[in-house]
């Protein structure tokens, strides 16, 4: 079978309306509601310097930027781990041919955490960097990767680098078909999220304090990053049933 990325999106639209309710479930418990109180917590993020920026300006920022991640981090590590927990009970949920139900998916998904941890953060290191870099290589390493979650929840006991070259063997031939969908996420939720990250920073300057409307931003980027998190575990989850009904 040959992917298009609109195919591919047309395929986890059907899929997302057809597991609505559950996958909106876990998603809002364990992907949305962690970022959203980690959003809550944490102070704001240090402002870069205003142009014309010299050495010892910058300097600065990156000394508050270090004492704003001791401060702040653990807040978002622990958002983290929870959103890659709701992400692996979501592919069990899709994935398990016996039909699960919401409170089996997630106990399968804890029985099997630490090899979707362990991926998922093995995963996290390569697109991290291709998207420092540049945008575009970031998601295409994504696009390659991005059916190793579904293997581990379709085959608990596989290893993380087993599940790594398995993705690379069912997307092989159809990165830029896959890399082109997750681009389409990607613009989605970057058109949604800056102007929201923008009215978070004008929220948290002095003067500008309105906690009701603080909490309405931040439960608005939080929305947007589940919105992201589980469209591309869908598509990924899409590829991995494709591939794996043609014997790949």
């Known amino acids: 079978m040959t992917f298009t990325f609109a195919g591919l999106l047309a395929a986890t639209w059907r899929l997302l309306r057809r597991s609505l309710d559950p996958v909106v479930a876990i998603t809002a418990l364990f992907v949305f509601l962690p970022a959203f109180a980690a959003l809550l917590l944490s102070d704001p993020v240090p402002p870069i310097p205003p142009a014309p920026r010299d050495e010892v300006a910058m300097q600065a920022w990156v000394t ?6 001791q401060a702040n981090g653990l807040w978002f590590v622990l958002a983290d781990v929870a959103g890659i927990f709701g992400a692996a009970a979501v592919a069990v949920l899709l994935l398990d041919a016996d039909r699960p139900t919401v409170g089996q998916a997630l106990r399968s998904a804890a029985r099997a955490f630490w090899p979707f941890l362990l991926a998922s953060l093995a995963i996290a290191v390569p697109v991290g960097i291709g998207l420092w870099l540049f945008v575009l290589p970031g998601l295409y390493v994504q696009a390659r990767l991005i059916a190793a979650i579904p293997a581990i929840a379709q ?27 997750l681009v389409t996420l990607f613009l989605a939720q970057y058109l949604l999220a800056v102007p929201l990250m923008q009215a978070d920073e004008w929220l948290r300057m002095p003067g500008n304090a309105n906690p009701l409307l603080l909490s309405l931003v931040d439960a608005g980027i939080a929305a947007v ?4 998190a589980t469209g591309t575990l869908l598509v990924g989850i899409i590829i991995y049933r494709v591939r794996a009904s043609n014997g790949t």
Not at 64 to 69: D, I, L, S, T, V
Not at 225 to 228: D, E, K, M, S, T
């Open 64 to 69: 508050a930027m270090a004492q704003w991640g």
């Open 155 to 181: 085959q608990p006991g596989l290893g993380v680098g087993r599940a790594i070259r398995v993705s690379l063997a069912m997307t092989r031939g159809h990165g830029w078909a896959i890399t082109g969908a």
């Open 225 to 228: 990053g589940a919105f992201y």
